[in-house]
């Protein structure tokens, strides 16, 4: 008889047990997909937040590599003098002005598009350095026109991580 009631006891037991495993495991489920779904809420929130600052920061440092470009800083910086070491200092003085005041803006783009933005300025200054020992070049007029034929031959460093910056532009907005 006593081994009767414990048969029947566990004919109750083993379904409730059973059926108390199955909710415990639904009720895991559930709180995660609800834990899953409340984080992809708030990333969600927080890039419609952030997505207008990260194009900001892609325009500002499109526009940083435009003014930077040695076609369109030959333009806009006249030399003082006809010194060329002066004008190449000018030069140089006015793309390390342009990159500091962009400087925060890396932190909305990824490392590699700050590298790219990094050899495009070391390029461009090693470019105008390189062109003002060259001995050929006598004056501020002659480096200017010497940086440009430079640019003929050559694609701008600029050029290359500005191509760079549109295609990672392109995989944010996806």
């Known amino acids: 008889m006593n081994s009767d009631k414990l048969l029947e006891l566990a004919f109750y037991t083993l379904p409730a047990l059973i059926t108390g495993g199955v909710a415990y495991y639904f009720f895991q489920m559930f709180v995660q997909n609800e834990e899953k779904k409340r984080h992809f809420l708030l990333m969600r929130e ?3 937040h952030s997505l207008p600052l990260r194009l900001q920061a892609y325009e500002r440092l499109a526009l940083y590599l435009e003014r930077i470009n040695p076609a369109k ?3 806009r910086v006249a030399p003082n003098n006809n010194d060329k070491m002066e004008y190449q200092n000018l030069l140089i003085h006015h793309i390390e002005h342009e990159y500091e005041h962009n400087l925060a803006q890396q932190i909305y783009v990824t490392d590699e598009c700050w590298t790219m933005l990094l050899k495009a300025k070391n390029m461009i ?3 105008i350095r390189t062109t003002a020992l060259d001995t050929s ?3 501020a007029d002659k480096l200017r026109e010497k940086i440009l034929s430079n640019l003929l031959q050559d694609e701008a460093a600029t050029n290359v991580a500005l191509t760079f910056l549109k295609s990672e532009v392109s995989q944010v907005l996806g």
Do not use: E, S, T
């Open 73 to 75: 800083l030959l333009i």
């Open 46 to 48: 927080n890039q419609k």
């Open 125 to 127: 200054i090693q470019n």
């Open 137 to 139: 070049v006598a004056d």
